[in-house]
């Protein structure tokens, strides 16, 4: 029997889909990680696949390690070249909320802290490929010549740049006990009850001493251009910010990079979400975003995976 091109072209074109299709959370988590926007990594999984259309199949050993190595490549390059709109920007730089589906996070626990807000945060403090590096190998477990085909470096460079990498992050990231992720539910909804309240006292009794409220504007709406920090400080702007919103002030809770986070509304206006770290029961870290290039995002549902 024979078989026209036409026809083996289009079983190639829909192996192709396939695979990419079968890893594509996979795909979108490592973007994400090293660019901390899902809207580039949309944009960079797209180019990505048009790439990985044009490989011929019979040359790829392990898909997923050639596909990690091939959207590493590009997330790479659209780090670089955001690298100078990011020193330039107004206030604060803080990830693009990630709206999961519905996932429980204690499922995954590494994988609930790398796609965190702390953790994105402080990822924004290595260089383009101590990023990549750490997140090949500490979230998703690559050997060090695949990161090295990812990176372009040789192998024993990679392992000295993830040592490097390890050690910053956990110099800034100290392991502490995080509550679970019910408890952690349980108190964001007492948080969003004592902030509509106005109780300051009761809002600081919520905080760790050294709770930081950090938000993005993007200068594009109002937003404190630098971190307020220190429970009685934040929770009396909380408490202001409830009092200037009055009866207009409509929220839902949501989990963004598998934490509780909240969805805030004015006269039915997004005007923003609000994730939460919490450790030890006590609210240490509000993580606010207000840009409204950076809330299109949370119209649509992701998911995310390591395997």
Known sequence: MTVSSSSTGSSAAGEHAERFTLLRPLLFTIAYEILGSATESDDVLQDSYLRWEAVDLSSVRDTKSYLAQLVTRQALNALRASARRREEYVGPWLPEPLLLEDTDPSDDVVLAESVSMAMLVLLETLGPDERAVFVLREVFGFDYDAISAAVGKPAPTVRQVAHRAREHVRARRKRVDTVDPHRAEQITAQFLETAVSGDVDALMAMLAPDATWMADGGGKVSAARRPVVGAERVARAIAGLMRKAGAQLNVRMVTCNSAPAVVV????????????????????????????DKLAGLTSTYEISRG
């Open 265 to 292: 509304y004015l006269a039915g206006h997004l005007e923003g979400v609000i994730t939460l770290e919490i450790v030890e029961d006590k609210i240490t870290n509000f993580y606010v975003m207000r840009n409204p």
